[in-house]
């Protein structure tokens, strides 16, 4: 009896026997030309950037990122002579607790920003994990309706480099947008370490964003992120969860009343909001747009821009030295040797310190 199995056209998949010739290369591979991305000068950066072109800022916002030196030259010639087009945006920084919805909030308010005649941009700051060297964060796919408006432009944070690093690059970024026609900036931060002090020390208003949960809201809140805030928001504040967010709301307010008043003279308010079914967004945008009048009218907002350029001075300076300094070949073969040292307890750490310094001293 002949076997089903043995014929092919009773086979479910049939292979054909193909052919007895070599591979070969596809002849007219030759014929396609590998795409080279322009490289522009940096006239060409400024007066793209100028008009406000979103590929070339772009592009000059990654020579910022870049840590080769000869796109630092290039980025900083840039910064330089894009500076007298900058400082006529509102920076607004916004922190939360991961989970705090940011993403979706910054979505919801960067639409109604929009919708104002505005210009956005949303950045981000997120030092690298010291153990995988990763961002943790993937806002721009979040945010679905910023991400395909023409008037946004949505940065994620650079995926390497210490908090002082990323939080500089961050701000030479703010100044390429506003002179790129960007006047309202988002910097987000992931809501973890000290990213929340390098935020505050580059915006005009310092939003929290917080939860409503079981009462215990206040609980492992740091003392310095509140009294940073500008303003406090709850979000999810929809559906069963309207009571609890303004229970959350009677407890921070009843607590910033024990923090002295800010410089600014400005007592930060507490408001509720969704920022996924879009409730309360305008008076949440409001609130931000009262304080900065007020604080125009008083002369603290020119303060705080001056205390901030002042700042940035000095970080830049720390970290120009740190990386100099550890990027010199005679300092990493020396601190090879003294770290042995260290470790074998042939000499204290103090001493190995005060030793490489002097050495490097000297060299300079």
Not at 171 to 184: D, K, M, P, S, V
Not at 204 to 221: K, P
Not at 228 to 257: P, T, Y
Request: charged share 25%; proline share 3%.
């Amino acid at each position: 009896m002949e076997h089903f199995e043995n014929d092919d056209q009773f086979q479910g998949l049939r292979v054909n026997k193909g052919i007895s010739e070599q591979p070969t290369v596809n002849p007219y591979l030759n014929n396609f030309k590998k795409f080279k991305r322009k490289v522009y000068t940096v006239s060409e950066y400024v007066e793209g950037i100028l008009k406000g072109n979103i590929s070339i800022l772009g592009q000059a916002v990654t020579l910022i990122e870049s840590s080769k030196q000869e796109h630092q030259i290039i980025a900083q010639e840039v910064i330089e002579k894009c500076l007298p087009y900058t400082g006529n945006s509102v920076r607004i920084g916004i922190t939360g607790v991961p989970g705090a919805g940011k993403s979706t909030s910054i979505d919801s308010f960067g639409m109604h920003i929009l919708k104002g005649g505005n210009k956005l941009a949303v950045l981000a700051i997120d030092p690298s994990s010291e153990v995988s060297r990763g961002s943790i964060l993937g806002d721009k796919t979040r945010m679905e309706r910023l991400s395909i408006e023409k008037n946004a432009f949505i940065r994620p944070s650079p995926s390497a480099g210490s908090l002082g690093g990323v939080a500089r690059k961050t701000r030479e970024t703010i100044i390429l947008c506003e002179a790129a026609g960007f006047n309202r900036i988002i910097v987000e931060t992931v809501g973890v370490g000290q990213s929340e002090t390098a935020v505050h020390s580059m915006v005009d208003f310092f939003l929290l964003i917080q939860l409503a949960g079981t009462g215990d809201e206040l609980q492992g809140i740091k003392r310095g992120i509140m009294e940073m805030a500008d303003g406090i928001v709850i979000n999810k504040a929809d559906g069963n969860n309207v009571e609890k967010s303004r229970l959350a709301q009677s407890h921070f307010q009843n607590a910033l009343h024990l923090f002295p008043l800010p410089d600014s003279g400005w007592a930060p308010k507490v408001l509720t909001y969704s920022g996924y079914y879009e409730i309360g967004i305008e008076e949440v945008l409001s609130m931000i747009d009262e304080y900065i009048d007020f604080v125009k009218k008083n002369g603290f907002f020119e303060y705080r821009r001056n205390t901030q350029s002042r700042f940035w001075m000095y970080e830049t300076i720390n970290e120009r030295l740190k990386s100099n300094f550890y990027n010199n070949a005679q300092v990493q073969e020396q601190l090879k040797t003294l770290e042995q040292d260290v470790l074998n307890s042939k000499i204290s750490s103090f001493a190995a310190a005060n030793k490489v310094l002097e050495s490097y001293l000297k060299y300079l």
